[in-house]
T-cell receptor
């Protein structure tokens, strides 16, 4: 079963704008990760935020985590055409085996 | 460093036939995962190995799916016999112990069952 649900399912923005996508999950977690998947490719790890962290930055990416609301957001600033991809959140739910459970994904399209 | 290798990249078979996928993880990565990704959905874990032992296979349809990682390095995933609903991308990933489970994915094998 899917642990996370991304919102929105699809998002189209103009190049240069910021893109925000959200992830909600159901159980307590060790950490939450965001992955990108370009069409026809495998997933690429973007950023990991631990359960005791509230915000993390990596280049043009900003991730927030609210464990009280069981939600996370991924912000991509100054979007580029190359950011067009699907974005998935994945939770490590503290079962002791480091198993990740992926959400349903947000399909992001950057319009040049 | 070389990434996770998978083969074949594409496979088309008829239902009730058998198919096998191969994965070679990043050198030194103890943990290996097989995922099934149906079109429009996120990856679903089928099986997780740590070295050559199974950690989690709770979502593996064991009546038709099998996987092995005999020497704790590369792995094969087999489907026998295939069903139409097995059409999906099969992703292999690996991770190194102690790195908070950041996973590295291969390009996947796209399976079409007709």
């Amino acid at each position: 079963s899917q642990q996370g649900e991304e919102d929105p399912q699809a998002l189209s923005i103009q190049e240069g704008e910021n893109a925000t996508m959200n992830c909600s999950y159901k159980t307590s977690i060790n950490n939450l990760q965001w992955y990108r998947q370009n069409s026809g490719r495998g997933l690429v790890h973007l950023i990991l935020i631990r359960s005791n962290e509230r915000e993390k930055h990596s280049g043009r990416l900003r991730v927030t985590l609210d464990t009280s609301k069981k939600s996370s957001s991924l912000l991509i600033t100054a979007s580029r055409a190359a950011d067009t991809a699907s974005y998935f959140c994945a939770t490590d739910a503290n079962f002791g085996n480091e198993k990740l459970t992926f959400g349903t994904g947000t399909r992001l399209t950057i319009i040049p | 460093e070389a990434g996770v290798a998978q083969s074949p990249r594409y496979k088309i078979i008829e239902k009730r036939q058998s198919v096998a996928f191969w994965c070679n993880p990043i050198s030194g990565h103890a943990t290996l995962y097989w995922y099934q990704q149906i079109l429009g959905q996120g990856p679903k874990l089928l099986i997780q190995f740590q070295n050559n032992g199974v950690v989690d296979d709770s979502q593996l349809p064991k009546d038709r799916f099998s996987a092995e990682r005999l020497k704790g390095v590369d792995s094969t995933l087999k489907i026998q016999p295939a069903k139409l609903e097995d059409s999906a991308v099969y992703l292999c990933a690996s991770s190194s112990l102690g790195l908070a489970n950041e996973q590295y994915f291969g390009p996947g094998t796209r399976l079409t069952v007709t």
